[in-house]
């Protein structure tokens, strides 16, 4: 697709939209977890001129996550069947806080802040690596994060460890 100055954000492909605006281009448009606007309607012009970016390089960074984004989040049921499958080669990221895991997780897993990521980077290269948290928000974030650095097989839990418990482990909590 072809991007102009006119395209609505809403055109893309990119999960968590108001999520990603937030934080590639500092304009706040989600707050404690509620949407404050909505994002989709907006042009690429008046995401620029929000952000107070040039056009072309707003439109650049779109078309860069948009890329990134493609085939990123894993369904929980795809992810057991994986984890069943080649076990020693995923690495379960846990980008959630502490207290969120003490709570929950999955067996396997590893607690890691987002902001301590670049420490793990070259243990990582030749896994596939996915990220969780609670809904699937901030995994996503670090999915993103970690892909734009250069690893090349990242994926963000759809839905988090919630959908994770719906959907694949009812025993696992929910919080």
Not at 33 to 43: D, L, M
Not at 111 to 140: N, P, W, Y
Request: net charge negative.
């Amino acid at each position: 697709m072809k991007l102009s100055k006119d395209s609505q954000l809403a055109s893309l492909k990119i999960p968590y939209l108001p999520m990603v605006i937030e934080e590639a281009f500092a304009v706040l448009c989600w707050q404690s977890g509620k949407i404050t606007e909505a994002v989709g309607h907006w042009t690429i012009e008046g995401l620029a001129n929000k952000a107070r970016l040039p056009i072309e390089g707003v439109m650049q960074r779109l078309k860069e996550i948009e890329v990134m984004s493609d085939g990123i989040e894993i369904e929980g049921e795809e992810l057991a069947n994986l984890l069943k499958i080649k076990n020693d080669r995923i690495y379960l990221l846990d980008v959630r806080e502490p207290w969120e895991f003490t709570l929950a997780h999955i067996a396997g897993s590893h607690l890691m802040a987002r902001t301590d990521l670049a420490q793990i980077f070259e243990g990582l290269k030749e896994l596939t690596v996915v990220t969780i948290c609670h809904h699937g928000i901030r995994s996503l974030s670090a999915a993103l994060y970690l892909r734009e650095a250069g690893l090349p097989r990242v994926h963000s839990l759809r839905g988090g460890l919630d959908a994770w418990s719906l959907d694949v482990d009812p025993k696992t909590p929910r919080y």
